[in-house]
């Protein structure tokens, strides 16, 4: 968790997560989508302004959405509609960069393959009996989103900083990918002796 988002953003935003504790947190999830889905026409359109502000408002709602739903109480609808959402979120944002030329195909490919096995390999791990995997990766899904914005900000007075941006996100989701990977082989090995010990 290279930046460490998710750490600060309940004590940031719980006294409004409070206020809003009403509104069921699937709407918060959902219009995370839909600037994620701005942000994506704002990537094709080659227009800094709406991206900068699009990814500050998808990270602002993906945030609010998981602290309303903690003082909800989690359910199994929103969990699914959470992280289904997220991964669609994540196809806009990353194809709006690839579409608006910030990088090459193969570049962004590599991301959005990266984004993808980051978060199968988290809940299939979280499925097979590990109660919320968080923290274990470099770059994990609430470190993206904030990643993408920084480079775009960037962007203003560096032409390549996004191209620089999704190297790091190429790199570092491959990284957790293979973190998570060999977290899984030492848990579960661990469990299998276990098992045939007793």
Not at 10 to 23: Q, R, S, T, W, Y
């Amino acid at each position: 968790m290279l930046l460490q988002i998710k750490k600060f953003s309940e004590k940031l935003l719980l006294p409004l997560g409070k206020k809003l504790v009403k509104i069921p947190a699937n709407y918060f999830t959902l219009f995370g989508l839909i600037s994620a889905i701005i942000s994506f026409f704002g990537l094709v359109f080659n227009c800094l302004a709406i991206i900068i502000i699009f990814l500050f408002i998808t990270e602002f709602f993906d945030q609010l959405d998981g602290v309303v739903a903690r003082l909800q109480g989690p359910t199994t609808l929103g969990s699914f509609l959470d992280s289904t959402l997220d991964r669609i979120g994540d196809f806009f944002l990353f194809t709006g960069v690839i579409l608006g030329e910030y990088t090459t195909l193969e570049i962004g490919l590599f991301v959005l393959i990266g984004a993808f096995l980051t978060s199968y390999t988290r809940a299939k791990i979280e499925s097979l009996g590990v109660d919320k995997l968080y923290g274990v990766g470099i770059i994990e899904r609430t470190d993206r989103v904030p990643i993408l914005l920084i480079g775009a900000i960037l962007q203003i007075w560096v032409p390549s900083a996004l191209w620089w941006t999704m190297i790091i996100l190429a790199v570092g989701t491959h990284i957790t990918v293979l973190q998570r990977i060999i977290f899984a082989f030492r848990k579960f090995s661990k469990k299998s002796e276990t098992q045939k010990s007793e």
